[in-house]
């Protein structure tokens, strides 16, 4: 690949990425989460949402040649398979069957004769053949004709890579993640099986967050970073620590270092307590969090995506099922339930501003106010004696203007439309929306994903403001590590559903990359 | 390409109008301007449109509710107009009779109102998603259901009851003595006395004002302000402390109640009960109404219910004598059936989008 360009709307996510790959030869690509490693893969895959966002610049060549791939189809025929994180499977099926879609071997008979090959019928016993030859390829043992719905999670996965290997011009082989969802004896295997696809001669791009499986089992290295490629090198003449630190070490030195005053909250009061939780938050699980929160700080909470690092706050309060016991102020909160949290003055700025932040249909008067008005019956006129509480749309007004002024909120006036606003005006229209609510404590959940530098360093200030400010305790929970560390004061680290580590934020990024992969299952 | 300032505000209007209100809205403006053509008379086709409003403008603020907590069109509402024949009925059966007797129907059809409405929501909670779905069935079943009922509730009083054998009640019977146009009939302008055919129900058209301003209210309140909510995004609203079970079962229970006074006040204006499968007639003209208005799935407003209302009913009427009288055919059903049908289907193609 040489020179790959790519943008989304004018936001840069892939900058000249270079690198080229023998035959038979393995890859690993590592990075932070959003330094760009899926969005390679899928201009690799020639995946539809490229060229609706506009395309890409550079070229891709395979065995010297320019190609230009317009849909996946074109990339499957030029023997490019790919293993997607989410598994592509037909449950009811057999392995037999998925592995062979529409690619079956078709035995003619009578009435095909007459009405043409579509109504051929299938030739199973070649098809097990070829299955099995495919899985046997891996080295690993299926049931070719288990139906897929009743199959561990390890052989969906193996079943995906057979049908990939089952494809006779297959050349590349991409994983995104394979082993994200495999037992460590799985994993095993499966990097056997990668391995002897190796010695085929089938050159292989594995992505995985599991360093140590990279060393295992490649023979190169590119770690990627901010849509850089940071660097390319063999797997021998590198270690676990390296990655980690080119991972997430941008530029160590010229990050603003963080707040002062740091000596004087180590001592206050803890605010928030929460032992044992586990939370039952699809793609996010939290397995058992014991976290102490400070009274007046800004904890950041880090982790890579999938460790559990969203569960916490959506688990305390109450989004999502969840168990153990969250103590607040002294008294302890109920969980799996949202009303009580709010209740005690906590809020939560919820990371899916579409879903659960906004009401993008309504006005942004109502998205501010609606939660404070709900919740301490605020902007509510009583009329014959509180027997009827109006709505008092003036009040929702001036508290609306006044959040649209303090946070420069871009809009045509308080009436627009949650809907119509940019990301990240959006995000600051959820801030102004906890803010209203006055809270003691804040949960904020990914501030700043998918919006710009400009309006990341406002939310970013906002937050830090409303700290020092209200002397609000905030636990602000995302995966770009920098942030966290320019913003908090201390950070915890999540890997694989726990605390892997609490640091001061002052400590290196390095320290934090271990904490990130040491747990990872 | 710069678009003259008039274009733009012409795209805007037509936007904000809506494509079906205007094409039907044209539509009766064409009827109306060949009404005195086809040799019908422009006060009795304009008396006719204002009184079927003022009979069916309360059934299609049934509507409104449960739109608002995202529970979809109220294709349930069968349920709400047997609370109200139920209501009715009994209040005659009582012995009530005159104005008293439509107070007591009110009154006597709320809790029925309240218990179907309760049972209705509750099915309706377990279903997110598919509640205009079920919605329909639970109206054809119920529907079926009361027919048996009305053959078998003891009901005595002979004015309602089948002729000869006295046992069940009849399919259809007048109410002359009872509660027929004791809304219609209050502060009533007719000026037929000075030879012209114009006659404004104007207690009616009163009625459905109260009814429609107490909606309005509501929905300024907290609670209703909830409800909306929870129609916009029921996600945001759990998030925001809401009961989100608890505010959709409300607005069942409200449809539901407002289905059941919308039936009586209908009644009160036709001047006959229909019983048996009747309520059933009584689903797609509610639902189309609100819908040609402007409202979509999930957003309603007054406005949207008192233009709907004059648009769908106004074709109903108008169609029949002009179109007979220009192709000496009645198409009328056919034209009614079509209107109905097609601006639900067209509707539920299009979920997301409203107008004010």
């Given at each position: ?11 840069q996510v ?27 893969m ?13 395309g ?36 009811g ?28 019928t299938l030739?199973y ?27 561990p999670?390890?052989h969906?996965?193996?079943?995906e ?5 089952s494809?006779?011009?297959l ?19 499966l ?12 050159s ?19 770690v ?5 490629v ?6 021998s003449?590198?270690s ?11 530029d160590v ?24 939780l ?10 058992d969090?014991?976290?102490d ?5 800004i ?22 099922e ?19 949290c ?48 109006w ?26 439309n949650a ?10 229209v ?24 400009g ?28 942030e ?9 680290i ?6 892997a ?16 992969v040491?747990?990872?299952? | 390409m710069?678009?003259?300032a008039?274009?733009?505000?012409l795209?805007?209007?037509?936007k ?6 205007l094409?039907i809205?044209g539509f009766?403006?064409v ?14 086709q304009?008396?006719?449109?204002v009184n ?12 409104v ?7 979809g069109?109220?294709?349930?509402i ?10 009715g ?53 119920s ?20 002729a ?24 009533k ?17 009163l ?9 309005w209210?509501f ?11 929870v ?22 229970i ?9 039936v009586?006040?209908?009644?009160q204006?036709f ?10 007639n ?22 949207n219910?008192v233009?709907?209302t ?33 601006m ?13």
């Open positions: 690949m040489r020179g790959i360009k790519k943008d989304f709307f004018g936001n892939l900058t000249d990425i270079n690198f080229t790959l023998g035959a038979g030869q393995v890859l690993g690509l590592c990075g932070e989460n959003g330094a760009g490693k899926s969005t390679l899928k201009i690799l895959f020639g995946m539809d949402v490229i060229r609706e966002t506009g890409y610049s550079g070229d891709i060549l395979i065995n010297g040649e320019k190609v230009t791939f317009n849909t996946p189809f074109d990339a499957l025929t030029a023997g490019i398979g790919m293993v997607h994180q989410e598994f592509s499977l037909i449950p099926f057999t392995a037999t069957e998925n592995i062979l879609l529409n690619r079956e071997p078709q035995k003619k008979n009578v009435i095909s004769e007459v009405f043409g090959q579509r109504l051929n030739d016993k070649e098809m097990d053949r070829r299955a099995t030859a495919a899985i046997e390829k891996m080295g690993v043992e299926i049931d070719a004709k288990m139906v897929i719905s009743s199959m999670v390890g969906k996965q193996f079943t890579i057979a049908r990939e290997l494809k006779e011009q050349k590349l082989l991409i994983l995104d993640e394979p082993t994200a969802v495999l037992t460590e004896k799985e994993a095993e295997a990097l056997d099986s990668i391995r002897g696809m190796a010695a085929r001669g089938i292989v791009i594995f992505i995985t967050h599991r360093l140590h499986e990279i060393l295992a089992v490649c023979d190169q290295v590119v990627m970073r901010d849509g850089h940071v660097r390319d090198v063999p797997t003449q590198t676990v620590d390296d990655i980690t630190r080119w991972m997430v070490g941008r030195q010229s990050a603003v270092t963080p707040q002062e005053a740091k000596a004087e909250k180590a001592d206050a009061r803890i605010i928030m307590s929460i032992k044992n586990w939370v039952d938050m699809p793609g996010e699980t939290v397995r969090v014991s976290l929160v400070r009274e007046g700080e904890l950041g909470i880090g982790g890579l995506a999938g460790q559990g690092k969203l569960g916490i706050p959506n688990g305390v309060m109450g989004l999502y969840a168990g153990g016991t969250v103590e607040f102020d002294g008294r302890s909160i109920p969980l799996n339930s949202p009303r009580k709010l209740d005690s003055a906590l809020a939560f700025v919820s990371e899916d501003r579409r879903e659960v932040g906004l009401l993008l249909d309504e006005s942004l008067e109502w998205n501010v106010a609606f939660s404070a008005m709900q919740i301490q019956n605020k902007f509510l006129k009583k009329m014959f004696g509180g027997l009827i509480k709505r008092d749309e003036k009040a929702i007004h001036d508290v609306t203007q006044k959040y649209i002024d303090a946070l420069e909120i871009k809009c045509t006036s308080s009436k627009q809907r119509e606003l940019s990301g990240g005006n959006q995000q600051k959820c801030l102004a929306k906890a803010f209203a609510l006055e809270p003691k404590f804040l949960f904020v959940s990914e501030p700043t994903r998918g919006i710009d530098v309006a990341k360093a406002l939310v970013l200030d906002a937050l830090k403001q409303f700290n020092r400010e209200s002397g609000v305790t905030v636990v602000m929970i995302s995966s770009e590590l920098e966290l560390r320019q913003t908090c004061d201390r950070i915890a999540i890997s694989g559903g726990q605390v580590g609490i640091r001061p934020a002052t400590d290196p990024s390095e320290s934090f990359g271990a904490l990130m040491s747990k990872v299952i | 710069e678009q003259p008039y274009a733009i505000g795209q805007y209007w037509l904000k109008m809506g494509y079906p209100r094409i809205g009766l403006l009827l109306f301007i060949m009404a005195p053509l086809t040799g019908s008379d422009l006060t009795t304009f008396t006719n449109v079927r409003f003022s009979w069916n403008a309360v059934l299609v603020l049934a509507m509710p449960m739109i608002h907590s995202g529970c069109l109220n294709f349930g069968p349920l709400g107009v047997l609370a109200g024949l139920l209501g009925t009994l209040a005659i059966e009582m012995g009530f009779t005159g104005p008293m007797s439509f107070v007591m129907a009110i009154v006597v059809s709320t809790p029925f109102a309240i218990l179907f409405g309760g049972g209705y929501g509750a099915l309706l909670n377990k279903i997110k998603g598919g509640e205009m779905m079920v919605a329909t069935y639970v109206g054809l079943s529907v079926s259901f009361m027919c048996i009922m009305w053959l078998v509730i003891p009901y005595k009083h002979p004015s309602i009851v089948m000869y054998t006295g046992v069940g009640l009849r399919n259809m019977f007048a109410l002359d003595s009872f509660y027929a146009g004791v809304l219609a009939d209050f502060l302008i007719d000026l037929n006395p000075l030879g012209i055919n114009l006659v404004i129900p104007t207690g009616s058209i009625f459905f004002a109260l009814l429609a301003f107490l909606m209210a929905l300024h309140t907290k609670t209703g302000t909830a409800m909306t909510a129609g916009s995004n029921p996600t945001f609203a759990k998030a925001s402390g809401i009961n989100v079970d608890r505010i959709r079962m409300l607005s069942v409200l449809s539901t109640w407002l289905g059941a006074v919308g009586l006040v209908y009644q204006g001047g006959f009960v229909q019983l048996y499968t009747a309520p059933m009584m689903t797609m003209p509610a639902v189309a109404a609100v819908l040609i208005g402007g409202a979509s799935v999930n957003k309603a407003s007054i406005s219910v233009i709907g004059i648009l769908f009913q106004g074709l109903v009427t108008m169609t029949p004598t002009v179109i007979t009288a220009l192709i000496h055919t009645d198409v009328s059903e056919v034209i009614r059936i079509i209107v109905s049908n097609g639900v289907v067209y509707a539920l193609t299009r979920k997301t989008e409203g107008a004010k």
